[in-house]
C-alpha cells in the first residue's frame, strides 16, 4: 500500500515541511498538523511524519536516527495511540478531505454532486 506524506518535522535539523499538493488544506487544519508534528518531533527527539495511506487512513512514522540507541520505541508508539485517541476530530476531518481530493470514490461522490446540483436547478427554474 503506498502512502502520502502530508507533513514531517524533524527535531535534529529544527525544520518543518508540507507536501505542496496538500496547500489546499484550510489554515486552521494546516496549523493543527503543524503543531502536531513539530511537539512530537521535539519530545521524541525524532523525526516525525504525518500522512495518508492510499485509501485515505491517516498514519504517523517516527523515524530516529541510526546512532540513537536511547530511542523510546515504546514511548513513541504510546505518543502515537494517544494522538488517534485525542485528535479524532482533526483525523476525521483529514480522512474526508482525502477522499474527496484524492481518491476514485471522491471523484465518484463529487461527480454526483454536481448531477444532484443540476437536476436541483432545473426544478427550481420551472
Given at each position: 500500500?503506498s502512502e502520502l506524506v502530508l507533513a514531517a518535522a524533524s527535531y ?115
Amino acid at each position: 500500500m503506498s502512502e502520502l506524506v502530508l507533513a514531517a518535522a524533524s527535531y535534529e535539523k529544527q525544520k518543518y515541511y508540507l507536501e505542496p499538493k496538500f496547500q489546499a488544506l484550510p489554515e486552521s487544519i494546516q496549523e493543527e498538523v503543524r503543531m502536531i508534528c513539530v511537539t512530537k518531533a521535539q519530545k521524541l527527539c525524532c523525526t516525525f511524519l504525518m500522512g495518508f495511506h492510499e485509501d485515505g487512513e491517516i498514519y504517523f512514522k517516527t523515524v530516529k536516527r541510526e546512532d540513537d540507541f536511547d530511542f523510546d520505541e515504546i514511548g513513541a508508539e504510546l505518543e502515537i495511540k494517544e494522538l488517534f485517541r485525542t485528535q479524532k476530530e482533526l483525523l476525521v476531518s483529514l480522512k474526508v478531505w482525502f477522499t474527496i481530493y484524492f481518491t476514485k470514490e471522491g471523484e465518484n461522490l463529487k461527480a454526483e454532486f454536481l448531477n444532484k446540483s443540476k437536476n436541483d436547478e432545473t426544478l427550481y427554474k420551472n
